[in-house]
Structures are given as C-alpha cells and as structure tokens.
C-alpha cells in the first residue's frame, strides 16, 4: 500500500493494456496512486469503468482507450491519441492476454491466431508505437507480462507458451536495441494468481486449482498486489539499471519438482557387515 506521501511516478504517463482487469488493474491502481496518469487500453468499456470510477473517487488521473491490440492500425490511433492529449508517455505495461487449456492436435487456426495476435503481435504493436515516442524523447520503460511456461513449456497451452517465448526474445532484443535511446524494457514471469480471465480460461473448478496449488513450493497462488509491486518495482527509479531481465515471482513452482517430496528420507539400507547381521 502506497503511503499518501508516496509520489514516486508523479507527473508520468503510463499505459497498461488490459488496464481494467486482474494483474493491469491492480499495476494501473498502484501507478495512478503513485502520481502518474495512466491510460488503460482494451477492447470492452464495461472492463474500464470501476477504475475510472475509482480515480474519480480518489482524485486520480486515469483515462481509458477502446483498444484491440492485435490490430496495428489500432493500436497506433491510440498512440496518436494519447500523444496528442499528453505529448508523452513514460511507461508501457504489455499485460493484456488470452488464453485457454486446449490440446494442441485439436487447436484451430482462429484459436491459435486469437491468442498469438493479442500476446505477441499486440505486444509487438503496442511496442512499436508508444517505444518510437520514447525513443524520440530518449527515454522510457517498458514491462512485458510473460510466465514461466515461456521456457519450461507447458502441455494445454501451446499458443500461449509459444507467445510469451516470442514476449521474452521481444524483452531481450528491443532492451540491447533501445538502450542506446534510454529505453529500459524488462518483464515479469508470474505464477498462477487469482483473475476472473484465468478462472474461467485456465482452472474453471475448485478441483483444478487445488491440483496447480499442490504444484506451487510456498503453497498457494500469488496474490495480485504481490505481482503489481514487482512491476512498480521494475518501473521505478530503484531499477533504473536494469533491462532485458525478466522477475520470476512464482513461489518456486518453475523449478525442479524432482522425482521425490520435499524433505523426502528414506531409511539408509547397509550392505551386511562382514560376518554379523546387517
Ligand atoms: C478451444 C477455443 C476456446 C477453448 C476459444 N476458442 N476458447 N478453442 N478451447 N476454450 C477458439 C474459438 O472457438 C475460436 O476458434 C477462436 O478460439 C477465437 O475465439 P473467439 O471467442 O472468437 O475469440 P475472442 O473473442 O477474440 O476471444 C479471445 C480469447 C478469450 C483468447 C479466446 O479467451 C479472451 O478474450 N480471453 C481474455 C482473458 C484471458 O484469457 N485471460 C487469461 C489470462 S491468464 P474457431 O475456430 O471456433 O473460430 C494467462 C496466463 C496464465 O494468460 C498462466 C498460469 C500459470
Ligand atoms: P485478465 O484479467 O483476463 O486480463 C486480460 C486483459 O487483457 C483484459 O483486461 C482484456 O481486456 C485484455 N485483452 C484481451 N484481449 C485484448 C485485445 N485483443 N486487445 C486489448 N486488450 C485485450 O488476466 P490476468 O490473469 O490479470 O492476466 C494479466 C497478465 O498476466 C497476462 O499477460 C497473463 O498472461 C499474465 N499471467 C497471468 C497469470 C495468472 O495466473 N492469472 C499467470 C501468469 C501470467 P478486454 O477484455 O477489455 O479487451
């Protein structure tokens, strides 16, 4: 919880597409908390609503854009919208995403097409056209949302394992080519968090979540407020040196979950000694 004081991006322009639901909401909440006015851009008004109501609650400047990321055409107007209204924009969270558990021999064209365009063309698109205004005024930070599956791979997901593998080469690639502009681009790898999205995509019964949280070392899911204070974090001043890297906050679950139980013993079996019992 920012304290009342706590004015850290005061007087910057963020956007943060998917800004109105789950992990966006909360990063645009701490931003828009912080000072900074924030542009939340998607597709579905209704999603941008409780936000702006917040803002207007609390005297925060947000502001919201009807946008679909996968199209380029689209997501330049915005651009050319927000750079007309503020002249800037400092930051750039890459959160919005689609996803859903479907076998890969049984994937469509148009599903994996939805999910591809709205990952990696979206986060590609939304790059480009706010990065060519940072570039332009020499600097900016840019946050792309990845997960873990990106290099562990995970069955049911293919499109969305194989779009955030493109994210974190995009992460990589533009932070060593638009460092020389003052660019930072970074990303986040989270594990498993409670969104309305993920709920009814990714683990639709208690029964399904139950199975991911037995998965997870610390024992249970993110909370969304830890993953938004990670992004703040990569944001802020505080990691005004760090670029390309990519945060896993996962409570442990991408690492090797090995062959036996935590803290596994088995009983030492001895070879007999010579001439006694064993
Ligand atoms: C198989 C499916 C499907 C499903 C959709 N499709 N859902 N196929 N199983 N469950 C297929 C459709 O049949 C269609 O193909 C194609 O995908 C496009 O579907 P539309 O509904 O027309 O697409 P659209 O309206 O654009 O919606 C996009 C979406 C949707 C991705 C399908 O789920 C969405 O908007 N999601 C946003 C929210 C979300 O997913 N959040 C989760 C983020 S969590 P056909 O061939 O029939 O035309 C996350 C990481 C979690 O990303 C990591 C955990 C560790
Ligand atoms: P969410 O609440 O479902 O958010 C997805 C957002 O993406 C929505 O606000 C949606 O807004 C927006 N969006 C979808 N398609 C779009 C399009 N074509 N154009 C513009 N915006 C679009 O999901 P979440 O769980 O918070 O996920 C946020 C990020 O975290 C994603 O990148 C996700 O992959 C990542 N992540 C989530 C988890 C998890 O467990 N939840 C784990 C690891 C990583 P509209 O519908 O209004 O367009």
Known sequence: MASRLDSSFADEVAVVTGGGTGLGLEVSRGLARRGATVVIASRNAAHHAPLLEEARAHGW??????????EAASVRAAAER???????????????????????????????R??????LDGTFWCSQAFGRAMIERRQGRILNVVATYAWTGMPGVVH???????VLAM???????????????????PGPFHSDGAQQNLWPDPEAERAIRE??????????????AQCLHLLGA???????????????ASLGQGLWEPGARFTRK????????A
């Not at 502001?63 to 990321?69: F, L, M, Q």
């Not at 001895?270 to 019992?277: C, H, L």
């Open 114 to 119: 939805a999910v591809l365009g709205i990952v």
């Open 238 to 252: 505080d990691s005004a040196y760090i670029t390309g890297e990519c945060l896993v906050i996962d409570g442990g």
């Open 171 to 189: 992460t990589r690639t533009l932070a060593v080519e638009w460092a020389r502009f003052g660019v930072r681009v970074n990303a986040i790898a």
């Open 270 to 277: 001895r070879a007999p000694a010579e001439g006694g019992a």
């Open 61 to 70: 400047r947000v502001e919201a854009e009807i946008v679909d990321v996968r």
């Open 160 to 166: 969305s394992a194989s779009a955030k593998a493109g």
């Open 82 to 112: 927000v750079l007309a209204r503020h002249g800037r924009v400092d930051m750039l969270v890459n959160n919005a995403a689609g996803n859903f558990v479907c076998p890969a021999e049984r994937l469509s064209s148009n599903a994996w």
């Open 215 to 228: 998965r997870i070392p610390l024992g249970r899911f993110a909370t969304r407020e830890e993953v938004a």
